[in-house]
């Protein structure tokens, strides 16, 4: 969000690319030393005090991330994906700043009600919902039930009962290529998730619900795909979705009033790299749903959206303290005290990161590294080729920024070094959200002796 930020030090606006802070949380502010500060927290008090490795969530750019959503859809529904990050602080943020929450577990559906969430708000997802997940929709009272298969229908209809109603939307797949990486990539007939258009299958599907009484059909949804740039992809789906809507409405004589075009909206994770303009992308979407309706001579449906990664991305900070640094063959590699258990995405999509020293001022010149994590695996690598000055050394502090979604909701046990912490810093204060995972946490659950 911010290209150049005040340097106290230089006492004038520095944007060498090295100090390039565009993908850091908008509050990001440079100490002397080499230091960085968060919405008014030191990155390296915060170490210090919670130790490292160490997440660190910026409240307010979380809060203002949803509002420049809700801005851009003015007259629809903005949808958070709390598979990105989920807490009960952050289902707070987003249940104030007015935003509606998709969840894909009992697990994620349970927290958010717990913690506070109107059910009415949520939606639930999931390509294989369990009948926990389903019983759990339904006694909790979600907003939405979004059908994934044909044979969800059944299934869904007997555990509402005869006296129910479930408000559902039916997950197309428009046949749409788009997405960061082959396994993000949900539009297209080849993948696991939703109803293909492109065979007939989605009507057939639209017309079983039309028939269930217990069902209440309110629209078509798609997720073509993640960390998806341009907003081409999404006017193709919606296009094709409509064409949908006009075929149920000639066949049913039903103009469904709700259509939920997903998430999947990009975000620069180094400086430089491209992300999705989230308000230009909103008017083309409106102009196009308007465009499209007004020549199939439909009502304009309610459009929602579901973003996850472009909430929460921006606003997380990894820190991890160097442990050892080696020279190997034509390589560099600086290991820190953490990896692919709180970071698994550059070993699952190859994904590039930008770490930056912080805590001290180094003269030397920059050279690339390999950061790489601790665990028992050569494909342990947490940032690849990251330039970094020459003398990084043991102790120092490694930052890596964009690091708020995909992380630590997807954090793994792997060699049981423990799930790291998440700080919350807002207004020149810290406020631990998540503990440490510690070894007495293994040993509760572990009780097979
Ligand atoms: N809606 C549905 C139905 C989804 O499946 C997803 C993400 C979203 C919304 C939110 O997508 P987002 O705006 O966050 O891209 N672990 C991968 C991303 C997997 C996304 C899965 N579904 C990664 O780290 O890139």
């Not at 217990?214 to 409509?242: D, F, K, M, N, W």
Request: net charge positive.
């Amino acid at each position: 969000m911010t290209t150049s930020i005040a340097d106290p030090e230089a006492g004038r606006t520095a944007a060498a690319p090295a100090e390039d802070l565009s993908v850091w949380p908008a509050s990001t502010t440079r100490l002397p030393h080499g230091g960085l500060a968060v919405a008014g927290v030191p990155l390296t008090e915060l170490a210090d005090r919670f130790d490292t490795p160490l997440y660190v969530l910026d409240e307010g750019e979380v809060r203002a991330r949803c509002r420049a959503y809700r801005d851009a859809f003015p007259d629809g529904d903005v949808v958070y994906a709390a598979k990105a990050f989920l807490s009960r602080a952050v289902v707070r943020w987003v249940r104030e700043e007015g935003l509606g929450l998709d969840v894909c577990s009992a697990g994620e559906l349970e927290l958010a009600v717990t913690a506070g969430f109107p059910p009415e708000r949520i939606v639930l997802h999931g390509n294989a919902k369990s009948p926990r997940d389903l019983a759990a929709g339904l006694r909790c009272g979600v907003g939405r039930v979004v059908i994934d298969s044909p044979s969800e229908i059944a299934r869904l209809a007997a555990a509402v009962g005869p006296a129910g109603r479930q408000k559902v939307m039916v997950r197309v797949v428009p046949g749409v290529a788009a997405g960061g990486h082959h396994k993000i990539r949900t539009g297209t007939e080849d993948q696991k998730f939703g109803i293909p258009l492109s065979d007939g299958q989605a009507l057939q599907a639209v017309a079983r619900l039309l028939d269930q009484p217990g069902l209440e059909l309110t629209g078509l949804h798609c997720h073509i795909g993640s960390q998806i740039t341009e907003p081409e992809p999404y006017l193709e789906a919606l296009r094709r979705l409509v064409g949908l809507l006009a075929r149920v409405r000639d066949l049913h004589g039903v103009a469904l009033p709700e259509l939920d075009l997903g998430g999947g909206h990009g975000i620069a994770y180094r400086p430089g790299e491209p992300a999705l303009d989230v308000p230009a992308f909103a008017a083309r979407l409106r102009a196009e749903l308007a465009r499209c309706c007004a020549g199939a001579r439909l009502p304009v449906p309610r459009l929602a959206v579901e973003p996850g990664r472009a909430v929460v991305g921006p606003a997380g900070v990894a820190l991890y303290r160097v442990l050892s640094v080696k020279h190997g063959g034509a390589r560099v590699f600086v290991a820190v005290d953490g990896g692919m258990s709180d970071n698994p995405r550059p070993a699952l999509y190859g994904v590039r990161y930008a770490p930056r020293l912080v805590g001290r001022r180094s003269s030397a010149p920059l050279r690339r590294a390999d950061v790489v994590g601790r665990h028992c695996e050569a494909g342990d690598v947490l940032a690849a080729d990251a330039p970094l000055p020459g003398d990084v050394r043991p102790g120092d502090l490694l930052a890596v920024p964009v690091a708020g979604a995909y992380h630590l909701s997807m954090a793994s046990g792997y060699n049981l070094v423990g799930r790291p912490p998440l700080v919350a810093v807002h207004a020149g204060t810290p406020r631990l959200l998540l503990r440490r995972e510690t070894l007495a946490d293994h040993r509760r659950r572990d009780i097979g002796a």
